[in-house]
């Protein structure tokens, strides 16, 4: 096996699924305050009233797909729908929704450039998210279109590969060559879905692991005791409100 | 009698007395709002009614979909929609007003006055955008329309005005001659039945069961703004640098030290009562769903008697402090709410309870009078005047009563029978007991509310229990279990937490702590003072030293 091999589908699957989980613990104890979606509807609010909920809803779609295609073997899914079928299901409904996912993201972007307010409140860590997510959705369209097959021309099912190497990190037992055999489309889109999730916890993605589901669950009214609050964490290096007299937008 | 007694802080103003001065919103912005992210927020703002309010018609609620709606079955549904609806319009808010819909905040360009070339031309300084940082135009405010500016343009926006033409089709002018205008300063009502609560989907808005007062979690807050949407009377706002909402913090580092707070303490007139009032917390809902019109008698009915010994009791029991409901005993707001009865709600219509009361002014009716040339002090005019002019009466019974004006009247006969009854007292002409009689009240009464109404000083004004006296010795690490650690304005932001430095606990308020420091019969140690001895904290009381 190739040591670029082990290391990219071998290694480096478990040191970004250790970013992930233990980003996202660092920054759930110690940036509570900065934990939120930074929303600009209070700049513009027409666009995103149509992009945001597009762009969302097709990303879950999207996630559904993957989870359905890596985790459902492909030997199971014989048993009810031909191959022929659930590929031209699959691909289908993900193109509609990576269409409209990018779609969404790219009438987002545009409204994020083209409003003053909205373009002014993002910040560098911003554009660099929105750079590594656009890529894997662009990457990702482009593994499912044109990814089927391999160089040489034979037929390539990423359920035979991708899905099989994926299973097998589940187990801690990762099967490289059958990530290895997988198509470059494939790679790449992988690869940069590693730095998407190794980013998750430094970006405002955060918002995304606090889906409010208890709000269907919870009383109306909350009480909450003065004495029920939590008191000063002992290293409460935290963030709070800007300094009094920080000026919003610094002007030019 | 009630299972559970609850205690909650309650306001009231006298809107007779507010002369507009804009005093509390100055005030209150400058120790709340004065932070980047804020520069649009007013916690408190005053508006001149009739007038558009801010932000602009908020109390169109066929369009900002804010408080609760009685469902068929009789039961409470948030108006912007139930649970579910609102998770799945999680992504964008389909009613969020914009900054247009506030304002677009702005400073001047003061260095160009001092720094322009000499020329032939006078410097100006420009108006500059405090969100774009360019040049602006200023074409609205908080308070834009003030005192009736521009009423004939903007005038018939007003909802409230709408409402009065298509319903009781009265056509309100504006003609010098016919109009009325009074201010109504406005902060977050602290709900007993808040929708913003009940429309947060991270559960971060909470009512602290101590003092009743509402406030945003600012570590949990996900910045969703469903709250913002949610409350009715648009209290809540988002900080649009943090991206969290942010509200209206009735100064609870003041009330936990028993000071007033920041708008009551500087307000010019002294129009505003603060005090306590006991409630019944498992009868808030059912009260919430009352009949329209019953809703200011429903509101009513939840406070309980402070001198009931029942409630004493279930008070006792459920662990309140003696001064709390000795404080409860001595309340200006219990009084002026349900004792007097001339204190109503604002907008009881929308189903929030909410816990800012306000007197209604007879100014509107006196200004009227006084135009049309009449005696605007006595008793038969006033009385003729209050039932003749239906628009004034109108006009507050839908802000105060749902439209109901009986009680609005009822409300502003008093007012006028102790102004009557007293121009009596001051003239030598007698104590008209007729008079006091005629509005339901004894003389006594009578003048025991103009005691409360004219003349009540800082301590029968503001009735605050502290915080437990138990805990007293914690306060300034109390003022610190703040929702935001160490205050306001104690770091800067990087792309994720980057400031440094641990807040060293103190109050934000230390007047008490200082004022206990200096009367004290030893000077405080250094470590009493968090080793933080200086000029800022130094009390004069340096015998030990």
Not at chain 1, 154 to 177: A, C, G, K, M
Not at chain 2, 334 to 343: D, M
Not at chain 2, 361 to 380: F, N
Not at chain 2, 468 to 481: D, P, T
Request: hydrophobic residues 40%; proline residues 6%.
């Amino acid at each position: 096996m190739n040591p670029i091999d082990i290391f990219l589908w071998g290694v480096l699957p478990y040191l970004v699924a250790f970013t992930l989980v233990a980003g996202t613990i660092w920054r759930y104890k110690y940036d509570q305050f900065g934990w939120t979606t930074r929303s600009s509807q209070l700049y513009e609010s027409k666009l995103l009233r149509i992009a945001s909920p597009m762009f969302h809803y097709g990303l879950f779609v999207v996630l559904m797909g993957h989870l359905m295609g890596l985790l459902i073997p492909k030997a199971w899914t014989d048993l009810v729908v031909s191959q022929e079928t659930y590929h031209e299901v699959a691909l289908w409904a993900g193109t509609a929704a990576g269409v409209a996912t990018l779609v969404g993201i790219a009438l987002l972007i545009y409204r994020r450039r083209t409003t003053g307010p909205v373009f002014l409140a993002t910040t560098r860590n911003d554009k660099l998210m929105y750079v590594v997510l656009v890529a894997a959705i662009v990457l990702g369209m482009v593994a499912t279109l044109t990814g089927g097959h391999t160089p040489s021309g034979e037929e390539h099912n990423y359920r035979e590969t991708v899905s099989i190497w994926f299973r097998s990190l589940l187990i801690f037992q990762p099967d490289v060559e059958a990530m290895a055999a997988s198509t470059w489309q494939f790679k790449v889109h992988i690869l940069v879905g590693f730095a998407l999730i190794a980013l998750i916890p430094f970006s405002r993605l955060v918002h995304a692991f606090t889906v409010p589901l208890h709000y269907l669950f919870r009383p109306y009214v909350v009480y909450r005791s003065r004495d029920a609050v939590a008191p000063t964490p002992s290293r409460s290096r935290v963030r709070g409100w800007d300094a009094v007299g920080t000026k919003d937008r610094e002007r030019k | 009698m009630p299972k559970r007694v609850m205690a909650q802080v309650a306001m009231v103003m006298n809107l007779d007395k507010c002369i507009g001065c804009h005093t509390c919103s100055v005030t209150c912005k400058q120790a709340w709002t004065n932070r980047a992210g804020t520069e649009y927020v007013w916690f408190n703002n005053v508006e001149t009614r009739p007038g558009l309010g801010y932000p602009r018609r908020y109390e169109d609620q066929q369009k900002w979909r804010g408080g609760w709606v009685r469902t068929a079955s009789g039961g409470l549904k948030l108006r912007s929609g139930g649970r579910f609806q609102k998770l799945l319009s999680i992504f964008a808010s389909p009613v969020q007003p914009e900054l247009d819909d506030y304002y677009e905040p702005w400073t001047y360009d003061y260095q160009n006055l001092i720094s322009a070339p000499l020329g032939d031309d006078f410097p100006v300084a420009r108006p500059k955008s405090l969100i774009t940082g360019e040049d602006t135009q200023i074409t609205w405010s908080a308070n834009w329309d003030d005192s009736l500016g521009g009423v004939v343009e903007t005038g018939q926006s007003d909802p409230v005005i709408e409402k009065l033409r298509d319903e009781a089709n009265e056509q309100i002018r504006f003609e010098y001659e016919k109009s009325f205008m009074f201010f109504l300063p406005r902060i977050c009502e602290h709900c007993l039945n808040p929708s913003c609560m009940a429309s947060c989907p991270s559960g971060a808005i909470y009512k602290r069961a101590e003092d009743g007062i509402v406030l945003v979690d600012q570590d949990r807050c996900r910045g969703w703004r469903q709250c913002i949407t949610g409350c009715p009377y648009k209290k809540i706002y988002f900080n649009h640098r943090s991206g969290k909402a942010e509200k209206c913090t009735f100064c609870y580092p003041r009330l936990e030290v028993g000071l007033p707070t920041v708008c009551s303490e500087t307000c010019v007139g002294r129009l505003r009562y603060l005090g306590i009032i006991l409630y019944d917390p498992d009868r808030v809902t059912e009260a919430a769903c009352a009949d329209e019109q019953d809703l200011y008698a429903a509101q009513l009915d939840l406070m309980l008697d402070p001198h009931d010994p029942e409630v004493i009791e279930a008070a006792r029991a459920g662990g309140m402090p003696q001064d709390w409901i000795t404080a409860a005993q001595r309340s200006p707001v219990y009084a002026l709410i349900k004792h007097f009865k001339v204190a109503l709600p604002l907008h009881p219509e929308y189903r929030t309870m909410p816990m800012v009361w306000y007197i209604p002014p007879l100014s509107p009716v006196v200004d009227l009078l006084r135009k049309q040339g009449h005696d605007a002090e006595a008793a038969g005019n006033l009385f003729g005047a209050i039932d003749a002019l239906r628009i004034p009466v109108g006009y507050l019974a839908e802000l105060f009563t749902a439209g109901d004006t009986a009680i609005v009247t009822d409300v502003l006969q008093k007012l006028a029978a102790m102004r009557a009854y007293m121009r009596g007292v001051t003239l030598g002409t007698g104590r008209d007991a007729e008079l006091a009689e005629a509005v339901g009240m004894t003389p006594q009464a009578m003048e025991q509310m103009y005691r409360l109404l004219a003349i009540a000083k800082y301590d029968e004004r503001y009735v605050i229990p502290k915080a437990h006296h138990e805990e007293a010795h914690n306060l300034e690490e109390l003022a610190c279990s703040l929702d935001f650690e160490g205050g306001p304005g104690m770091y800067n932001s990087g792309p994720f937490g980057e400031a440094s430095g641990r807040p060293v606990p103190v109050a934000i308020e230390t007047y008490s702590a200082l004022k206990a420091r200096q009367q004290a019969e030893a000077a405080a140690s250094s470590a009493q003072l968090h080793n933080r001895d200086g000029l800022l904290n130094w009390d004069g009381n340096e015998d030990a030293k």
